[in-house]
């Protein structure tokens, strides 16, 4: 069975940065792709970024390019997405995603979330 599990978030001044990790298990899949999603309250799901397993390309949403980046450690089937400059419209349950083989915008299985929290 695969099991997506996040950590990572918590409470953050403005400013400030956070590593959420997305560890991966029950898999054997060689191609793969592994998307961070957030959705705030009253608000619908945001794609943030997609991170592939075959040459760890990348890529970003326009609201936090430049701000996060998202990479992979297939070894430990471990994903993680560093934030930094965290915002307080960056405030949301942070999720990430598995997609087979690649591509992130309709993912196969998904974590419970992490909640973030940017505030003074």
């Known amino acids: 069975q695969v099991q997506l599990v996040e950590s990572g978030g918590g409470l953050v001044q403005p400013g400030g940065s956070l590593r959420l990790s997305c560890e991966v298990s029950g898999f054997t899949f060689e191609h793969y792709a592994i998307g961070w999603f957030r959705q705030a309250p009253g608000k619908e799901r945001e794609e943030l970024s997609c991170v592939t397993s075959v040459d760890g390309s990348s890529k970003y949403a326009d609201s936090v390019k430049g701000r996060f980046t998202t990479s992979m450690d297939t070894a430990k089937n471990t994903a993680f997405l560093q934030m930094n400059n965290l915002k307080p419209e960056d405030t949301a349950l942070y999720y990430c995603?598995?997609?087979?083989?690649?591509?992130?915008?309709?993912?196969?299985?998904w974590g419970q979330g992490t909640q973030v929290t940017v505030s003074s």
């Open positions: 995603a598995l997609s087979l083989p690649t591509g992130c915008h309709l993912p196969d299985y």
